[in-house]
């Protein structure tokens, strides 16, 4: 039996659809600059300072 070959590969229907929102992007902008770090003895402290 032939295998049909129309589809595009996995990868390639993947990348396609991988394209954000302008408000996941904003979100993640203002995310990240609000996020702060803090080690303080072997232990890590994630603020969100909003």
Same mark, same amino acid.
């Given at each position: 039996?032939?295998?049909?070959?129309?589809?595009?590969?996995?990868?390639?229907?993947?990348?396609?659809?991988? /394209?954000?929102?302008?408000?996941?992007? @904003? &979100?993640? !902008?203002?995310?990240?600059?609000?996020?702060? /770090?803090?080690?303080?003895?072997?232990? @890590? &402290?994630? !603020?969100?300072?909003?």
């Amino acid at each position: 039996m032939a295998k049909l070959y129309s589809r595009k590969p996995r990868r390639e229907r993947v990348v396609e659809n991988l /394209v954000p929102k302008d408000e996941t992007i @904003k &979100f993640l !902008l203002a995310y990240s600059s609000a996020l702060s /770090v803090i080690n303080y003895k072997s232990k @890590k &402290f994630d !603020l969100v300072l909003n």
